[in-house]
């Protein structure tokens, strides 16, 4: 199991989940440039991070590698069985998180400083799905099944970065669930690394 | 099962695949009025489709709507068998199509009337994405290993959707792709539904 990693970039959660599950791992740390060239080119088409190699080859996409990893390493209980409503709802959180909570931020990231009309949409689309998570978390500590699972590891990731742009005031669930996610030691170790 | 569709929206893919799955389902179509209503936004609160009731629950989101389908009809081999490398990526190639194929189509959808050069980026990163995927068919059949999968349904009407935009001209391997998932039974079944 080795990992490719550029830390502040979307293998920052997958890094994460590998402190979560907490057995060994390998780490390759590249440069932001070196994602671009030809070694890396022949592990993800499009030069991106993460990719993983799972021991019979390479796998890309954060998301997906989270819950590929998470599944195969049942014993850290970060995902529910497969078949059940609850594996079910983990699936629609991460897809639900990945687009329609990151398109917004990604917007604002990209064009905060030359595009008002173009920030403005995307906050207004960050903040009508964050409401939904908002209101889902009332009387809840975690968003599935009573447990943390790679349901909050990667909506509290997305909803993170949305809350270093400026993006998350007036949610008072989320603040108090961001901080309760955030001190968990695996986090925390992953961000020392 | 129940499943609420409306026609021409991201809820055919998940009628397709209940349809290769044979598996008896009910279906009621919304129209764009009736999902933004009182109704619908208790299945969904951003009043999307699709959403299913399972039986188990109300569940949104048509990528995870089709790999629980999935996973419910495992016998049906339509997904890897649980912490396989297969079945890795069929996780990688269902969010590849979420993140990396269909915003560049909906981009083009939405603005190509209205703002030329913002319709134009969004043709530059759907076939930026396209590049990995036709390289990918050149020596596959199918998107995981040798048999239809849920990753083809899914990557399937991704790029349905870029053809329905017209954005694979340059793309031989995927039109062909795309013929050839079209020609599927259960894919005619679910378009002549909706």
Redesign the interface.
């Known amino acids: 199991m080795r990992l490719y990693h550029v830390p502040g970039t979307r293998s920052s959660r997958v890094h994460w989940l590998l402190e979560e599950i907490g057995k060994p791992y390998d780490l390759t740390v590249m440069t932001r440039d070196e994602r671009h060239e030809p070694p890396h080119l022949a592990r993800h088409p499009l030069g991106r991070v993460p990719v993983v190699h799972d021991g019979e080859g390479y796998v890309f996409e954060s998301a997906g590698l989270c819950l590929h990893l998470a599944e195969s390493n049942p014993e850290a209980g970060l995902l529910p069985a497969a078949g059940t409503h609850d594996r079910a709802l983990v699936y629609q959180w991460v897809f639900y998180a990945m687009l329609e909570m990151e398109p917004g931020i990604v917007e604002k990231y990209i064009y905060g400083e030359t595009d008002a009309a173009r920030t403005a949409a995307g906050v207004e689309s960050y903040r009508k799905a964050v409401q939904v998570i908002e209101d889902e978390l009332a009387g809840k500590d975690y968003l599935v099944g009573g447990t943390f699972s790679v349901a909050d590891l990667i909506v509290a990731g997305v909803a993170g970065f949305g809350g270093f742009l400026g993006m998350n005031d007036g949610f008072p669930n989320l603040a108090a669930y961001l901080e309760r996610i955030n001190a968990r030691p695996a986090l925390l170790r992953a961000n020392a690394a | 099962m129940r499943l609420y569709h409306s026609v021409g929206s991201r809820s055919t893919r998940v009628l397709w695949l209940l349809e290769e799955l044979g598996a008896p389902f009910d279906t009621t179509v919304l129209t764009l009025e009736e999902r933004r209503g009182a109704e619908h936004v208790t299945r969904h ?2 009043g999307r489709v699709p959403v299913v009731d ?1 039986g ?2 109300l ?7 089709c ?2 389908l999935a ?2 009809h ?1 016998q049906a081999g339509l997904i890897g068998p ?2 396989s ?1 297969e ?3 069929a ?2 190639w ?3 199509n ?3 194929i269909e ?1 560049g189509v909906v981009e083009v959808y939405r603005f190509r009337e209205t703002e030329p050069t913002r319709a134009d980026a969004g043709r530059e990163r759907f076939a ?2 396209a ?2 995927i036709e ?1 990918h068919l050149a020596g596959n059949e199918w998107m995981v290993g040798n048999a239809f999968s849920v990753a083809d349904v899914l990557v399937g009407d991704g790029m349905r959707l870029g053809a329905w935009m017209e954005l694979l001209g340059d793309f031989p391997g995927i039109q062909a792709y795309v013929a050839r998932l079209q020609a599927r039974p259960a894919f005619q079944r679910a378009t002549a539904i909706a």
């Open positions: 609160p951003l399972t188990s629950g569940l949104f989101e048509s990528g995870a709507i790999l629980q996973d419910l495992a649980l912490g490398h079945r890795g990526l996780y990688q269902a969010f590849y979420a993140t990396e915003p930026a994405a590049v990995a390289r």
